[in-house]
């Protein structure tokens, strides 16, 4: 293989796990508007995902849709759970201690995990073919192709859903005031709740159509997680194309110092971008003067 073949690889395996980190940075993004509050058991969710799916299908052999609903449900449910029972209790509270709930949530969804699941790796079956497509000589497989176009779906409903229901319309005005939204009858613990109840569902989804890929464990989480919030980062907490192009940036950059450099900054690369960005631009290298929140 050549270098411009290698190149090509690069860049599409790149831009399959950029698009995953977007989906993660989406699901930051939303509760971190809606709430002010940045969560970080985001990745449990996607672990959740990936495990649940892979629950359904080898236990109570059910076919595909049906276990990645079930899953994606109760992935949801478990948002829910922690929406209620964890964030509105406090939801006053200090931002600090709010965000070291979330890594207690963290800790406790993915030590649950552990004990049901063991610590073992497990594969989730491919959606469709294995058979390599072949691009510029480059491979790809066919798991690629329903990670770009299941992101896209989920960013082309988010957009309807924020920008033309009256839903979306109110979870905007929450994220902009939420005491003037309450003033003109907007429930904002509602649309609290609403904030995680979509961050849970993007979340699982995302698990999901990378365990093909990947394969999932209890604690995939982790690392994912943390990319997602990276790729926010970059793309300056917005749920706008910022996060898209911040996650998509992350996952060229990641593959091609991979590639090019050592495998073994693979992980290191995404955290000397975040620190780069924390340090230099902290708004956010996509984000305009005033960031676009919705």
């Given at each position: 293989?050549?270098?411009?073949?290698?190149?090509?690889?690069?860049?599409?395996?790149?831009?399959?796990?950029?698009?995953?980190?977007?989906?993660?940075?989406?699901?930051?993004?939303?509760?971190?508007?809606?709430?002010?509050?940045?969560?970080?058991?985001?990745?449990?969710?996607?672990?959740?995902?990936?495990?649940?799916?892979?629950?359904?299908?080898?236990?109570?052999?059910?076919?595909?849709?049906?276990?990645?609903?079930?899953?994606?449900?109760?992935?949801?449910?478990?948002?829910?759970?922690f929406e209620r029972l964890a964030i509105r209790p406090l939801r006053n509270a200090k931002p600090l201690r709010l965000i070291i709930i979330t890594i207690?949530?963290?800790?406790?969804?993915?030590?649950?995990?552990?004990?049901?699941?063991?610590?073992?790796?497990?594969?989730?079956?491919?959606?469709?073919?294995?058979?390599?497509?072949?691009?510029?000589?480059?491979?790809?497989?066919?798991?690629?192709?329903?990670?770009?176009?299941?992101?896209?779906?989920?960013?082309?409903?988010?957009?309807?859903?924020?920008?033309?229901?009256?839903?979306?319309?109110?979870?905007?005005?929450?994220?902009?005031?939420?005491?003037?939204?309450?003033?003109?009858?907007?429930?904002?613990?509602?649309?609290?709740?609403?904030?995680?109840?979509?961050?849970?569902?993007?979340?699982?989804?995302?698990?999901?159509?990378?365990?093909?890929?990947?394969?999932?464990?209890?604690?995939?989480?982790?690392?994912?997680?943390?990319?997602?919030?990276?790729?926010?980062?970059?793309?300056?907490?917005?749920?706008?194309?910022?996060?898209?192009?911040?996650?998509?940036?992350?996952?060229?950059?990641?593959?091609?110092?991979?590639?090019?450099?050592?495998?073994?900054?693979?992980?290191?690369i995404a955290f000397i971008i975040l620190l780069l960005i924390l340090f230099f631009r902290p708004e956010g290298l996509f984000s305009k003067k005033e960031?676009?929140?919705?």
């Open positions: 293989m050549d270098n411009f073949q290698q190149l090509i690889q690069y860049v599409l395996s790149g831009l399959s796990n950029g698009a995953i980190y977007a989906l993660i940075g989406f699901g930051f993004a939303i509760i971190y508007n809606a709430t002010g509050i940045i969560n970080f058991a985001q990745g449990e969710f996607v672990m959740l995902g990936g495990m649940l799916t892979i629950f359904f299908l080898t236990v109570f052999h059910l076919p595909l849709v049906p276990a990645v609903l079930l899953a994606v449900m109760i992935s949801t449910i478990v948002g829910v759970v207690g949530a963290s800790i406790l969804i993915r030590g649950i995990a552990m004990l049901v699941w063991g610590k073992d790796t497990h594969a989730l079956p491919a959606f469709s073919s294995n058979e390599p497509i072949l691009i510029a000589g480059a491979t790809m497989l066919p798991q690629h192709l329903w990670i770009f176009g299941v992101t896209v779906l989920i960013i082309i409903i988010s957009r309807i859903f924020f920008n033309y229901t009256m839903m979306g319309k109110a979870m905007r005005a929450c994220a902009y005031n939420a005491q003037a939204a309450g003033l003109v009858g907007i429930s904002v613990k509602s649309m609290t709740l609403i904030s995680f109840v979509i961050s849970a569902a993007i979340g699982s989804m995302a698990g999901i159509i990378i365990a093909p890929l990947t394969m999932t464990s209890y604690d995939v989480g982790i690392m994912l997680g943390l990319k997602g919030f990276c790729a926010v980062i970059i793309g300056g907490m917005s749920t706008g194309f910022g996060t898209v192009l911040g996650g998509l940036v992350l996952g060229l950059l990641e593959a091609l110092g991979a590639g090019f450099i050592s495998a073994s900054y693979k992980d290191a960031t676009e929140r919705f």
